[in-house]
């Protein structure tokens, strides 16, 4: 074969690419429920952009980024995450100014060019949110709520919510500082990304896979109204009937964050199993330029979530099983049964058909592996009579009817 698909980008196609509809339309009516307003930003933004918010020395800026020169020899960069584009929409369209609740979703691809295993590709789908201007723990519960909502409303199983606040500019050095101060005393046995973390980036060591667990004993010690909002959290979280942990390990791979960090994992899937992530970044909008906004958010993804539909039996995905339209004879037959497909598709019944050069065995062969409940069959005949054959391919029997009878009957 002479061209392939690129490493770690895919064709997705089949019942898989309708999981990923499923999911999306999902997704739509929950937004809607909630009244967030769908926002779609560009695929291609300054790479500066991305330096600024995620931080230039998380492992998305550093080692992952698809960066390249445009034609007008600007360094821009595929984005990695919607957070930082749609915020950079937020001020440069003055959104704050144009609508009086300021929720925004989105659907889209992201790239990053990570190792690609399992769960983890170079090309993905993302569902996020972002919630601009309340200061208030509901606008956190609210986004886990909805975050929790689309899940479980896609997929069946398991699932875990695990929460931690990070603290804010007043209780944060010194929680970098003491996760510095173990990295520094443990300097010569850590693994080479956390030396670099050392000085440049602590809080990340707390999540490392080889040195993560030096940590288990670190404790945060958050500042008086960081603590007192973590606690209002999870009592609005647990009055609201969700079941969560909390993880002072939590710390998320993105700079921006402030206060509440979560993540929420399925045990459908293996090492990859993070399913969403979000969390609260109230300076990000002032530094990129913004008034003061504080905000929350998540991205869910997608191609996650639409594999765990693919595996399990039970999962819940749209495909409806077509009614299938077999006609054979002359020309009139297959005029009169082209007919019949074009009315069932008018009256919004999922159907397939047209192969009407094949030997109806051939047709019914096709509906077979179409998983079709039920097949019109149309002869010579049945045209003549103005009638058709549905057959019950499950039972196995079957019954003449005018075309009228048969929509109201399948609907
Ligand atoms: P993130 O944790 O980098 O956060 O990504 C969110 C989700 O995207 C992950 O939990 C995972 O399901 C999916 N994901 C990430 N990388 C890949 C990959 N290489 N292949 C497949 N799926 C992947 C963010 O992106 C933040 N912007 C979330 C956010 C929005 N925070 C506030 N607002």
Known sequence: MKYQSIKGFRDIFGSYAENFTFIENTARKIFGKYNYREIKTPSVELSELFLRSIGETTDIVEKELYVFEDKGK??????????????????????SQKYPVRNFFYIGQMFRQERPQAGRFREFSQIGCEYFGNTSVYADIEIILIAREIIKN?????????????????CRPALVNSVRNILKKEFSSVCEDCKKRTEKNPLRALDCKTDGKKFSDIKFVLCGTCSGEFEKLKTGLK???????????????????????????????????????????????????????????????????????????????DGRPPVFVAAFGNDKTLDYGFGILRELRDADIASAGGYFEKSLKSQMRIANALGSKYVLIIGDEETEKNIVVLRDMAAKSQKELPPAKLIELIK
Do not use: H, M, W
């Open 74 to 95: 600007r360094k821009v960069a595929l984005r990695p995450e919607g957070t930082a584009g749609v915020v950079r929409a937020y001020i440069e369209n003055n959104l």
């Open 154 to 170: 896609c997929i069946n199983g398991n699932i875990n919510i695990e929460i931690n606040s990070i603290g804010c500019e007043k």
């Open 239 to 317: 009055n609201a009937g969700i079941e969560f942990a909390v993880s002072g390990k939590l710390v998320r791979g993105l700079d921006y964050y402030t206060k509440t960090v979560f993540e929420i994992t399925s045990d459908a899937l293996g090492s990859q199993n993070a399913v969403c992530a979000g969390g609260r970044y109230d300076n990000l909008v002032a530094d990129l330029g913004g008034e003061p906004t504080p905000a929350v958010g998540f991205a869910i993804g997608t191609d996650r979530l639409a594999e765990i539909i693919g595996k399990s039996p039970g999962g819940k995905t």
